[in-house]
């Protein structure tokens, strides 16, 4: 089993920053592809980013790309969400998920999920 457990949500104004943090426990955290996702009011979860075990490898959906960075320590068996510059399209509850597969972008193909986090950007 995982668990897994987002902070750093919160309220930001348009063009703010906010940085997410996933903490990860109950299984080697530092062998599986994480990924970020979001899921806003009325619409499907949302790929964003993906980033290997060794953090070697990362992936950005097109809407974040150069705006959020994500990354990781494995020493402290964390993932984590730099988001900049952001809009108020991004408003929307946040995930991190573990995927003890090969490097996906999939939402069906990440097998533990977090409780999410919420994110609100006012304009």
């Known amino acids: 089993q995982v668990q897994l457990v987002e902070s750093g949500g919160g309220l930001v104004q348009a063009g703010g920053s906010l940085r997410l943090s996933c903490a990860a426990s109950?299984?080697?955290?530092?062998?599986?592809?994480m990924g970020w996702f979001r899921q806003a009011p009325g619409k499907e979860r949302e790929f964003l980013a993906a980033?290997?075990?060794?953090?070697?490898?990362?992936y950005y959906a097109d809407s974040v790309k150069g705006r959020f960075t994500i990354s990781r320590d494995n020493a402290k068996n964390t993932v984590y969400l730099q988001m900049n510059s952001l809009k108020p399209e991004d408003t929307a509850v946040y995930y991190c998920?573990?995927?003890?597969?090969?490097?996906?972008?999939?939402?069906?193909?990440?097998?533990?999920w977090g409780q999410g986090t919420q994110v609100t950007v006012s304009s």
């Open positions: 998920a573990l995927d003890s597969g090969p490097f996906s972008i999939l939402v069906h193909t990440y097998d533990y």
């Open positions: 109950g299984r080697t955290f530092r062998s599986y592809t």
């Open positions: 980033i290997s075990w060794s953090g070697g490898s990362t």
